[in-house]
């Protein structure tokens, strides 16, 4: 029987995604971040938690580096990203004194780390908490899963590209979420062709359609293919909203029906 979840920090978030990858290098950060931004567009209130511990990007990917946590009278205070803080952050690059410094940590210190994230943020009122995790199947994924279990998490989307190597790996992580009882929700096949700014052809880098047929095969959605795209790489450098500055772009569609879909597949909430 599945534990009750105490009313806490986490009482106020009506529905957790946990984005997950086989392997390093697929662009799950960026589809974490994205996702975020284009579910903040669609007027929801969005907070991620960063726990890739030891390579933790999205704070850079938001523009949020260098900002400080703060303690408050129900733990720590998110870093919120904009005046109506509509989307909220919380990462282990916030923690530490130096941007380039290395988290050396073993296990038990990790996922320690881990459950006060859970326990301990102060997220308040929110309509999504996207849940950034390391690549692979490690004691991280674990003590992630088991300390939001009480929350009831909607479930994970998992990041491929289409290349064989890949999806292999992201087999292997839908096999972990089926042993460990989280519904998957569905694949996004990132990095999946370039398309030309010019005359608009686009061109398959990595192969095509691997992420797409392991869906098939699995029995889970595609929730889409994201395309190569300068203005989306440029705008993670720099720390922009690319769903707010290039809604002409293909990438932009792409993420945005996959947020749309995510929507969809949101059950209502009672109030």
């Given amino acids: 029987m599945e534990a009750a979840a105490e009313p806490g920090n986490l009482a106020g978030v009506r529905h957790i995604i946990l984005v997950l990858s086989g392997k390093g290098g697929v662009g799950r950060s960026t589809i974490s971040t994205e996702l975020a931004l284009a579910l903040r567009h669609a007027g929801k209130k969005v907070g991620i938690l960063d726990v890739d511990l ?37 990462s282990v690059g916030f923690l530490l004194e130096k941007p380039d410094e290395a988290v050396v940590w073993r296990g038990p210190k990790k996922n ?31 003590a992630t899963i088991e300390a939001l279990r009480p929350y009831q998490p909607l479930g994970a989307l ?18 972990f979420c089926r042993k460990m009882g989280l519904r998957v929700m569905g694949i996004v096949e990132n990095m999946s062709g370039f398309t030309c700014p010019h005359c608009t052809e686009c061109t398959s880098v990595f192969s095509r359609g691997g992420g797409e047929e392991l869906a098939q095969l699995a029995g889970v959605p595609f929730l ?33 029906s996959i947020a749309q879909k995510i929507l969809d597949a949101t059950p209502a909430c009672l109030p």
């Avoid at 320690?112 to 996207?130: H, M, N, P, T």
């Fill in 54 to 90: 030891c390579g933790p990007s999205i704070p850079r990917m938001l523009g949020a580096q260098g900002r400080a946590v703060h303690q408050c009278d129900r733990g720590w205070a998110p870093v919120f990203l904009d005046r109506e803080q509509s989307i909220s952050l919380m």
């Fill in 112 to 142: 320690a780390l881990i459950k006060q994230f859970v326990s301990d943020v102060a997220w308040g009122e929110l309509d999504y908490l996207v849940v950034d995790t390391p690549p692979g199947t490690s004691d991280e994924h674990m």
């Fill in 158 to 175: 998992v990041v491929t590209t289409p290349q064989a190597v890949s999806v292999g790996d992201v087999r292997r992580e839908l096999t």
């Fill in 224 to 256: 889409g293919s994201v395309p190569l795209d300068p203005a989306l790489m440029r705008t993670l450098e720099e720390g922009h909203d690319f769903i707010q500055e290039f809604p002409g772009s293909p990438a932009f569609a792409a993420l945005t």
